[in-house]
């Protein structure tokens, strides 16, 4: 039943091989340290997004404090660290702890809060976090943040720290990509599309929203913690309001619902700002006149350009079916 | 009498929303295998008593018994998952699925393969995915819709949606199925495909439910109607029985005027 990757048109083979090839070659061929340091931000920001995409894109619910579990990710992996935990704890608690809080958060909120309403009852949750940052100094150093996080041992320099960066993106991928073509992806997607008849079918709607806020949470975290280690410094504002704007354009411009637009949004958001900086002052106008555009010309985003890209030559149908990965891109290959 | 029928006992079946009392002590019961009608004209609450026993709306008063079982006040899905299933009077299909991935969301309750399962592809995940694959072609052919499989729920005609909704239910694998107006909306050609396969459905062993508008239709299709009057059930028997009570003709065209002195 499944053999999807021996099915894999050869378009798509041959798109993965080039990126591969990319990545591996990228830290070698960057121009100058600068970039390097930018496509590592781009990738570390990637798991927050990934994080976005399974609970907005695929369950379809609106969060605007995504940065909150992306710092709580920080934080713990950045206090363990400075405690004298070894980096395989940090990385296990910036999982872990992330995890909880955002199942604490769902469990919470998500069982009548619905729709729009969930903006303000995320915004507070953010509010309320970055409130505690800033004022347990004891534990988070308050406004002048937590110094001196070191990196694991075997990933000091930014080449190496870039191959970490990647292999953990590539693994939350794989994990992401596997659970969206499964019962559960089918739920998540159910609840998207319109929650009361997934409920009357027979899905738990709540138990499923809260997974995947727990899920995301999960991301966030792992994200955070690769942040900290990557940054040295953490503080309260580096998990501002910006942020959780940040992540929500990534998602968006990347396509929401759209595994690789997650890290073509976080990678491209890092990225264009810097291309822009020549222009100076019209830097930020060139920057949101660019979004702008991406969302009135590629409203499914660059993840759904990538997808237009590769099915092009087959039949319209088959290809509505190939964007989501799910067992009917099986049935569409083989019929 | 069927294997798939379950009895579904409603007994003084009651919902207020704050003063308005949408539907009023309800008793009835339909055994398994029937396939019955129930109407009444816009308002009277067909589709609230609907709410009222998958549990969207849990009832203010009275007992729904099903299979045995004392469903009342359950959350829907666990209502869904004890074999009563609806379909929806607005169309619900999920449109940013394809055909084929909106029947896999009806077997939700009906499989068990965990996040372990998914993220491992282990036996229990290939063979429920084998499984669930099969299921669901045959339930796509069932309802005219084999070779939509990919399309996506969102490009269909309203015909189609409104036959992928029942398709979807029936995967939910119902002991009762209850269908909120299939055929709302239909040209008479879809009007007749859907009666045909409601029909078809019905000889498949499926105990069902159907609000209808179409007099016409739900009278040459159901053995029993039962019929809703601001809430209350003021008939319940034949099409015939039903076609000729004071009551119902009563609550559909108003009080004949000749018969107003009396």
Redesign the interface.
């Known amino acids: 039943m499944m053999q999807s990757a021996a099915r894999k048109q050869p378009r798509q083979r041959l798109l993965v091989a080039a990126m591969a090839a990319i990545a591996i070659i990228l830290p070698f061929a960057a121009p100058n340290a600068y970039w390097l340091h930018v496509v590592i931000l781009g990738l570390i920001h990637t798991l927050p997004v990934l994080g976005l995409t399974l609970f907005m894109g695929y369950a379809g619910q609106l969060s605007v404090g995504h940065e909150a579990l992306y710092a709580i990710g920080a934080y713990t992996s950045g206090i363990l660290l400075r405690r004298g935990f070894p980096f395989i704890v940090a990385f296990a608690g910036s999982a872990i702890l992330p995890y909880f809080a955002a199942k604490a958060l769902g469990l919470a909120v998500l069982r009548y809060v619905k729709g729009i309403y969930l903006a303000p009852a995320t915004l507070g949750v953010s509010w309320f976090l970055n409130a505690l940052l800033t004022n347990l100094v004891k534990l988070t150093g308050g406004p002048s943040g937590l110094t001196g996080i070191p990196r694991p041992a075997w990933f000091r320099h930014e080449t190496q720290y870039y191959f970490l960066c990647l292999a953990v993106v590539l693994a939350v991928y794989w994990a992401m990509s596997r659970l969206i073509d499964s019962r559960a992806g089918i739920a998540f997607r159910s609840i998207a599309g319109n929650d009361i008849a997934a409920e009357c079918l027979g899905i738990d709607v709540y138990r499923y929203k809260v997974f995947a806020l727990a899920l995301s949470g999960l991301c966030c975290g792992l994200g955070g913690a690769l942040y900290a280690s990557y940054a040295n410094y953490i503080c309260p504002a580096d998990f501002s309001r910006e942020m959780a704007v940040r992540l929500l354009c990534m998602c968006i411009v990347g396509g929401l619902g759209n595994m690789n637009g997650a890290w073509m949004g976080a990678l491209i958001l890092n990225i264009v700002p810097e291309l822009l900086r020549a222009s100076n002052r019209l830097q930020l106008v060139l920057y949101g006149a660019l979004l702008i555009s991406v969302l009135m010309y590629w409203p499914k985003g660059l993840g759904g350009l990538l997808d237009l890209l590769l099915q092009r030559g087959r039949g319209a149908t088959t290809g509505a079916a190939d964007k989501y990965g799910g067992p009917a891109a099986e049935e569409a290959r083989t019929a | 009498m069927s294997e798939r029928g379950a009895t579904l006992k409603l007994d003084g079946v009651t919902l207020d929303f704050g003063g308005l009392r949408a539907v009023d002590n309800v008793t009835t019961t339909i055994s398994g295998g029937e396939l019955v009608g129930l109407i009444g004209p816009n308002g009277a609450g067909k589709t609230s008593l609907y709410n009222a026993l998958?549990g969207?709306y849990p009832p203010t008063a009275g007992k729904v018994v099903f299979d045995g079982v004392d469903i009342t006040g359950m959350?829907?899905?666990?209502i869904?998952?004890h074999g009563l299933?609806?379909s929806?009077q607005l169309v619900?299909?999920?449109?940013?699925?394809?055909c084929?991935?909106n029947v896999?969301?009806?077997?939700?309750?009906?499989?068990r393969?965990?996040?372990f399962?998914?993220?491992f592809?282990t036996e229990t995940?290939?063979r429920?995915?084998?499984d669930?694959?099969e299921a669901a072609r045959l339930i796509l052919k069932k309802v005219g819709l084999e070779r939509?499989?990919?399309?996506?729920a969102g490009?269909l005609s309203y015909g189609e949606r409104k036959r992928l909704d029942i398709g979807?239910?029936v995967?939910?694998a119902p002991k009762m199925l209850l269908l909120d107006e299939p055929a709302a909306g239909l040209n008479p050609v879809e009007r007749r495909e859907l009666a045909d396969l409601i029909l078809t459905l019905h000889r498949d062993g499926y105990t069902m439910v159907v609000i209808e508008h179409d007099m016409k239709l739900i009278m040459g299709l159901v053995e029993r109607v039962l019929v809703l009057d601001r809430g209350r059930l003021i008939a319940d028997g034949t099409p015939q029985q039903v076609q000729n009570d004071e009551k119902v003709i009563t609550a559909y065209i108003g009080r004949r005027p000749g018969h107003a002195g009396n």
């Open positions: 998958t969207i959350p829907p899905h666990k869904a998952a299933v609806r929806f619900s299909v999920f449109p940013d699925m394809t084929l991935e896999l969301a009806g077997f939700h309750s009906k499989t393969s965990g996040t399962d998914a993220l592809r995940f290939k429920e995915r084998k669930c694959l939509k499989a990919s399309v996506k490009n979807r239910a995967a939910a």
